[in-house]
């Protein structure tokens, strides 16, 4: 069974960075799709980021696009999300999320971590 563990949320000013870690278990992840989502309050949760495991392929949601990075680290079967110039809007608590490729929607998640980015 696939288990996903976020961490590294917290508090950090405008302007400032975080950086997020999904540690997964439970499968060797060679043929997943790893993602990071988003929802802030009284908002539908919103697509970040995802990583092709094999090779690296990475595709990003268009609020994000050139502030967040999404990387994988293999020895530790660990996926991050480096969050750049981070804005108010990007408050939200993010969700670590898996697939299969080529499957249909994202059936693995984290609990999620808090992220609030103070004006």
């Known amino acids: 069974q696939v288990q996903l ?3 590294g949320g917290g508090l950090v000013q405008a ?3 975080l950086r997020l870690s999904c540690a997964a278990s439970g499968r060797t992840f060679s043929s997943y799709v790893m993602a990071w989502f988003r ?3 009284a908002k539908e949760r919103e697509f970040v980021a995802r990583i092709i495991w094999s090779g690296g392929a990475t595709f990003y949601g268009d609020s994000v696009k050139g502030r967040f ?5 293999n ?3 660990t996926v991050f999300l480096q969050m750049n110039s981070l804005r108010p809007d ?3 608590v993010y ?3 898996a697939k299969r490729v080529g499957a249909g929607p994202y059936d693995n998640w984290g609990q999620g971590t ?3 980015v103070s004006s």
């Open 5 to 7: 563990v976020e961490s």
């Open 15 to 17: 302007g400032g960075s």
């Open 39 to 41: 929802q802030a309050p």
């Open 69 to 73: 990075t999404i990387s994988r680290e």
């Open 75 to 77: 020895a530790k079967n």
């Open 90 to 92: 990007d408050t939200a």
């Open 95 to 97: 969700y670590c999320a």
């Open 114 to 116: 808090q992220v609030t």
